[in-house]
């Protein structure tokens, strides 16, 4: 079986409809483009076969073809993943520039994204939010890693080392330098020096290597000229300061750090490579640990050089030009290297899953090339054109004026872009596309919002994805949120064919997605504003070209608004195609003539607008002659401006629209010069023309509808439907449905005249045998009808049933006659026996061989295409490769197990064949020491469990019990995470394992250097009554405690040598506001407690407090779960003594409070003070419980 699809793997969208045209339908291209509108822009795309035999001559200039190619990275066309490759390239820049070298980290054996653990952080709310609130092991779940193997704290520490700077860079916190504080630090430089050092002379060096003796009037003229040219502002200074310190002489240093302002601490003194400025490496933010080893810019030059405006991304041009030859052999180099097998046995949906998985992977850096946009009026067309050097065959002519030639298609009579006066390389004039393996094109949509068309004249299949019209602002809003950053510095990203995201993605989020493989010989069509994108399967040539029918007119202005908003440029002016077809109207098709009409209401009314409003302020009016179109844009919108534009004489040949009047120049707008092309009330006769002509057609339109739509009472006789129709051919009405339903019904009522004439002039007999066969007929194309219907459902399932689909040949067979749909069912009835077929042998995985595949796949390649068919054939061939692949390794492995054995008899040091027979060798004893710790039923402990995990994980064989080893590591590994989490404070420096033992010395607190005693006890201790050991260790335990009280309560009482006493964390003499411990009465600083809030209980040092108390059904829930996991651990066995301890100390606090309250019952009974031991049989009083509560905080 196929391996398990893996979570990210590409899931191909849904196919877009494959329209495959009759000779008749093919005849006219627009007529059949029209037919399949309806349908084919819900998806966006379509793909048109056309009919069986229509091939046209490749008519290319082969050696005169050459071209320059595209250099395509395919990591950098994603936009996430080219929003990655800049965080990295900004990251690697910014420790560059501080004298690092940026190395990405491994974390589980794979490089750390350190985009996506910066975005997540920055979501949580920041590194600070994240440390309090303990959400790294949340963000290492969400980057992918499994829970409880302590990812959480590596996480943190690579962001804290190398995203936590940049972070700080980039909000600015790093830049605290100010002219005030710098001058103020100099100043008080200066004044400390001059009253440490003594006077000097002028120009002489005084003692330190980097300071000296200057006049003070220097320094002043020093800090105004620095404050002029650095901080650019100036700063006041008083004559009588300088008068007053002309003859001034001070030492002072003359480097320091523009932070602090001082100038010590030299060797952490850093000097900017950029500026020469100063800073102490304490002083940065973060500080620097260590001085860096290269170049190293200050806060100041880095916010410089990594803010500077990024250059637009775009394809670069190869520096070889290719021949068309050399170009397909470099290709198909390159694809049968990669895959490892021959160009043609590559499967589609292979090179898919590979093109998508390298788009979206940063470490592959896998390049092509792409000859794109290619003039076919400089090297010829694919398509035979007229007078040209490639002579055609008397058998080929026909293809010269074929309406499919895509040099005729863009420049028919139906066209719209038959009016632009201008010719348009690669909207009226064909572009030619060169494509090899993984070459791409990316998202976007045509100019203007056209429609386009491509045709694939040979090589390897050509990949399509498309999104229906009116899902394209959805797809915009989609890529500008998942990558917001390309879009901030390239508003207009999508129109520069740069950028691809996975189609996955754009349907998770909402975007129909279609897809369609186009093959050679095949035509793809576009529909206005379809987002459309792709990649090639192999070396191919292509050729495409726009065009517009008469349904694009309303898109084609909205596009024009469109394009004013971006700024951007119009490939032609669309004003000036409206009023160049208004104005021939007469001899417009009707169709077109009643849409031009509509468009024209707009224009002129928009017009008549902005020109009422613009009158009102300027003085003068021109016409303007014609320009071309470069010459009359908009500056500020670059729209072409037709209809009018304003001008100003402060700026000649500079022009704006009527919509930016006030962008055209600092003068008054009285100044401005309005000019037009047309009066307002000459496009008046322009519109009426159209419509006119237009009236014509709606009112042809009208009397057919009502005539074919007429009931009983009011149906008309035959001359009318003549009428009507001799009407539309003397008009040259268009072809469309309502003519050809005209025309059907004009048949069907003269061949019914005809019947009913004869059946009227026969005798009664011959009426009566008409009469029956007529029912008969009747009868007969009923069931036709409803066979057809039905067969034209089972041919539209994507997978039909093979009993269905004979059933109706069958069926059939009681017409007697040749139906459309027979041929078509009998090739589909073989496509779904194969489909059965495959379906069977996949279903039994056991007795599905390699041969029985391979018979499979050349059966189906002689079927005829189908999309189910496809991709049934891919998977197969999926299968088929891997299967193969997987039988050559495991009769590979099969012979190297024997040859092992073989080849130990063999005189000859053979090191591979040694080294697997060693790693057989291991993998036995391993697995015999697993069985024999399985079956032992002893708890191992995890350090042995470790180690044999480790030894596992080394042999290069696969150990089933390793697996089970592994999960059992890693829940051990949250136990201890979770036992953590409970008893550690949040910046302890204590392991689990030091919090949960008990101390040993207690008098090891108050002095570190102190040693413990070993193996000696005092002679009286020995004589006294024997104890517990338990008993004996509290009695120890109880007596250093107090001893340590008491030395610490000695260090506060007044002393002569007071100063030589050590307190607190700091190790120095007790000073000021002091704070006790109120166990060990050790005296702490207040200043060296930063963290120190208001006591509102009873306050302990770090030593005496050093875990968090859990409450005991946590305990026991911990020991719970550790009994569950039957692993013994140090940490286990530590926490079993503590809760041990604890509910011995829970009982033995019982005991005595039931004491006290006995003894609180005796009136006028005093308690008596004295020590009390646990051995002691009298009862403790207040004092001494208060003790034992200390004793066990202290514990």
Not at 85 to 102: E, M, P, S, V, Y
Not at 484 to 510: C, Y
Not at 843 to 855: E, I
Not at 1122 to 1130: F, T
Request: charged share 25%.
């Amino acid at each position: 079986m196929m391996n398990p699809p893996r979570p990210d793997e590409f899931k191909p969208p849904p196919e877009c409809p494959v329209f495959e045209p009759s000779w008749e339908e093919f005849a006219d291209p627009y007529a059949f483009i029209n037919k399949i509108r309806p349908i084919a822009e819900k998806t966006g795309i379509c793909k048109v076969r056309p009919p069986p035999g229509w091939q046209p001559p490749f008519a290319c200039d082969v050696e005169k073809l050459h071209f320059v190619p595209r250099i395509q990275r395919l990591n950098e066309l994603e936009a996430q993943t080219r929003v990655k490759l800049n965080f990295f390239d900004q990251i690697a820049k910014f420790w560059d520039l501080q004298g690092c070298t940026l190395k990405i980290p491994h974390v589980e054996r794979k490089l750390l994204d350190l985009y996506k653990l910066n975005k997540l952080v920055a979501e949580e709310g920041g590194f600070d939010i994240v440390c309090q609130e303990r959400r790294w092991t949340k963000i290492a779940v969400q980057m992918g890693f499994a829970p409880g193997k302590a990812i959480g704290s590596h996480l943190r520490t690579h962001y804290e080392k190398i995203l936590y700077p940049y972070n700080l860079f980039q909000s600015g916190a790093n830049l605290l330098v100010s002219s005030a504080a710098f001058v103020s630090g100099c100043f008080t430089v200066w004044f400390e020096a001059q009253q440490a050092q003594p006077e000097a002379e002028d120009g002489l060096f005084c003692g330190k290597a980097r300071a000296r003796c200057v006049p003070f009037y220097n320094i002043i003229l020093f800090l105004y000229i620095y404050s002029i040219f650095y901080y650019k502002r100036w700063l006041p200074i008083s004559c009588h300061l300088q008068s007053a310190a002309c003859s001034a002489v001070v030492q002072v240093d003359l480097v320091v750090c523009l932070v602090c302002g001082s100038g010590g601490d030299e060797d952490r003194l850093l000097l900017c490579d950029g500026c020469d400025d100063s800073y102490h490496t304490f002083c940065l933010i973060p500080p620097l640990h260590d001085v860096p080893k290269g170049d190293w810019r200050c806060p100041k030059c880095l916010a410089q050089l990594c803010n500077k405006p990024h250059d637009a991304f775009g394809f670069e041009q190869a520096f070889r030009d290719y021949s068309l030859r050399a170009f397909g052999q470099m290709a198909d180099a390159f694809k049968s290297d990669y895959f490892n097998m021959p160009v043609h046995m590559v499967p589609t949906e292979l090179v898919e899953k590979e093109f998508w998985r390298l788009v979206g992977a940063i470490d592959e850096d896998v390049t092509v090339e792409y000859g794109a946009d290619i003039a076919s009026k400089e090297f010829g067309s694919g398509f035979p054109i007229p007078n040209r050097r490639f002579k055609v065959t008397p058998a080929d002519e026909k293809y010269l004026k074929c309406g499919w030639n895509l040099n005729n298609l863009a420049m028919m009579n139906r066209s719209v872009l038959t009016h632009v006066t201008a010719d348009i390389c690669g909207m009226t004039l064909p572009w030619l596309y060169v494509g090899m393996c993984f070459s791409s094109f990316c998202w976007h949509i045509e100019d203007h919002w056209s429609y386009s068309i491509n045709y694939l004249h040979w090589g390897e299949p050509k990949t399509w994805y498309g999104a229906p019209g009116f899902a394209a602002e959805q797809l915009e809003e989609v890529m500008k949120k998942l990558a917001p950053e390309l879009f901030d510095s390239q508003p207009d990203l999508l129109h520069q064919l740069v950028t691809i995201m996975n189609p996955n993605t754009l349907m998770a989020h909402g975007v129909p997605i279609y897809r369609t493989n186009q093959c050679a010989g095949e035509f793809v069509v576009t529909f206005p504003r379809a987002y459309h994108s792709g990649f090639n399967q192999g070396f191919n040539f292509a050729e495409a070209v726009n065009f517009c029918t008469v349904d694009w007119m309303p898109l084609g202005r909205q596009c024009v608004d469109h394009y004013r908003s971006l700024n951007r440029y119009n490939v032609f002016s669309h004003d000036e195609m409206v009023c160049n077809m208004a104005s021939k109207a007469e001899s417009l098709d009707v169709v077109l003539a009643s849409a031009v009409h509509k468009d024209m209401v707009l224009m002129i009314r928009e017009e008549q607008e902005l020109r009422d409003r613009v009158k009102k302020m300027v003085s003068a009016e021109a016409k303007y002659d014609n320009l071309q179109d470069d010459e009359r844009q908009c500056v500020k919108c670059k729209t072409t401006c037709y209809l009018s534009a304003l001008t100003c004489p402060c700026s000649p040949g500079v022009l704006v629209c009527l919509h930016h009047l006030d962008q055209l120049c600092a003068c008054p707008i009285e100044s401005y010069t309005l000019n037009f092309r047309h009066y307002i009330d000459d496009l008046f006769p322009m519109m009426h023309a159209a419509k006119e002509r237009a009236q014509l057609y709606d009112d042809w339109a009208v009397r057919v509808t009502e005539t074919l739509e007429a009931k009983l009472e009011k149906k008309r006789g035959l001359p009318v439907f003549r009428a009507l129709l001799a009407e539309s051919e003397s008009k040259l009405f268009p072809e469309n449905d309502l003519l050809r339903r005209l025309r059907l019904f004009t048949q069907d009522a003269e061949k019914c005249s005809t019947v009913a004439q004869q059946l009227l002039n026969g005798k009664r007999q011959t009426r009566y045998q008409l009469y029956l066969l007529f029912v008969c007929l009747q009868e007969l194309l009923n069931r036709i009808e409803d066979f057809q219907q039905h067969s034209e459902k089972v041919l539209s399932d994507e997978v039909p049933s093979v009993a269905e689909i004979q059933g109706l040949l069958e069926v059939s067979f009681d017409f007697d006659m040749d139906l459309p749909e027979l041929p078509r069912l009998r090739v589909r009835l073989e496509q779904a026996r194969w489909l059965e077929a495959v379906q069977q042998e996949s279903g039994q995985p056991k007795t599905l061989t390699l041969d029985s595949m391979r018979r499979l796949i050349d059966q189906g390649v002689g079927l005829g295409p189908h999309p189910s068919v496809e991709k049934a054939m891919a998977r197969l061939q999926e299968l088929l490769t891997v299967s193969e692949h997987w039988e050559d390794k495991a009769v590979s492995l099969l012979k190297a197990s024997g040859a092992a054995e073989k080849a130990s008899g063999i005189p000859a040091h053979l090191p591979n064949c040694l080294l697997l027979k060693d790693a057989m060798r291991k993998a036995r004893e391993w697995l015999q020491e697993a069985e024999e710790l399985q079956a032992s039923g002893s708890v191992p402990m995890v350090d042995s469990l470790s180690d044999t995990v480790l030894r596992g994980q080394a042999i290069q064989v696969h150990l089933e019990p390793l697996d089970q080893l592994e999960t059992l590591l890693s829940e051990v590994q949250d136990w201890k995470e979770e036992a953590a989490s409970a008893f550690r404070h949040k910046d302890s420096s204590l392991s689990l394992l030091e919090i949960l033992c008990p101390r040993c010395e207690v008098s090891s607190l108050g002095s570190p250097k102190r040693k413990a005693k070993k193996g000696k006890e005092s002679p009286k201790n020995s004589k006294k009554k024997s104890l517990k050991p338990s008993d004996l260790g509290e009695v120890e335990k109880m007596e250093a405690f107090f001893n340590l009280r008491a030395t610490n309560e000695s260090k506060l009482l007044p002393t002569t040598d007071c100063m030589d006493l050590k307190v607190c964390v700091c190790q120095k003499p007790p000073m000021g506001a002091m704070l006790q411990c109120e166990l060990c009465r050790d005296a702490f600083h207040r200043a060296c407690l930063p963290d120190l809030t208001e006591k509102a209980q009873p306050w302990l040092c770090t030593r005496c407090r050093r875990s968090a108390k859990p409450p005991l059904a946590k305990i026991i829930s911990l020991l719970a779960s550790l009994e569950r996991l039957r692993v013994r651990l140090p940490e286990g066995d530590a926490l079993s003594y503590v809760l041990e301890r604890t509910v011995d100390w829970q009982q033995r606090t019982q005991h005595v409070l039931c004491d006290v309250l006995k003894f609180e019952e005796r009136a006028g009974t005093p308690p008596t003070l004295t020590r009390w031991a646990p051995g002691n049989t009298e009862a403790p009083n207040n004092t001494q419980v208060r003790n034992i509560a200390r004793l066990d905080t202290f514990t």
